[in-house]
């Protein structure tokens, strides 16, 4: 059975694993996720498990692998347009929390004892073409 799927993704939370879903089946690529369930019920437990696996048919998965690098998220604004950099004006800016490890996740327990909090939980965006960090007023 093991040669028979193939892992190619992993997410933390099921509604991104479903939008990939999504997309590669309407590429015809059947498509089959492994422990959403268990973390819709519980998304605590995604990283203690490894989060929700994407598998393919080994057969198909470089095809898959292949849809999945061209797949791009860039984060939009609230009137749906593409947020650009303020830097270069790429469209390439994604956006980030600064929560983003154990260390992080530590300054953000000390900013939340301190009252400094907000300094620390801003989601910031990167743009991918010249690493410049920002955040949008
Ligand atoms: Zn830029």
């Given amino acids: 059975m093991s040669t028979t799927f193939k892992t190619i993704a992993k997410f933390q939370y099921s509604t991104e694993a479903q939008i990939i879903k999504g997309r590669l089946e309407s590429e015809g690529i059947p498509v089959f996720l492994s422990d959403n369930f268990t973390i819709d019920t519980d998304p605590l437990v ?3 498990i490894g989060g929700v696996k994407l598998k393919v048919y080994v057969k198909d998965a470089l ?9 791009e998220k860039y984060s ?3 009137a749906g347009n593409a947020i650009t950099c303020i830097k270069c004006n790429s469209k390439h800016v994604q956006l980030f929390s600064t929560i983003t490890d154990f260390k992080s996740f530590f300054s953000f327990l000390v900013g939340f004892l301190s009252g400094t909090l907000p300094f620390y ?5 990167r743009c991918k073409d010249c690493n410049t960090e920002f955040d949008i007023k």
């Fill in 46 to 48: 995604s990283n203690a």
């Fill in 63 to 71: 095809k898959a692998q292949h849809i999945l690098t061209t797949i």
């Fill in 76 to 78: 939009l604004d609230d």
């Fill in 121 to 125: 939980t801003k989601d910031k965006y």
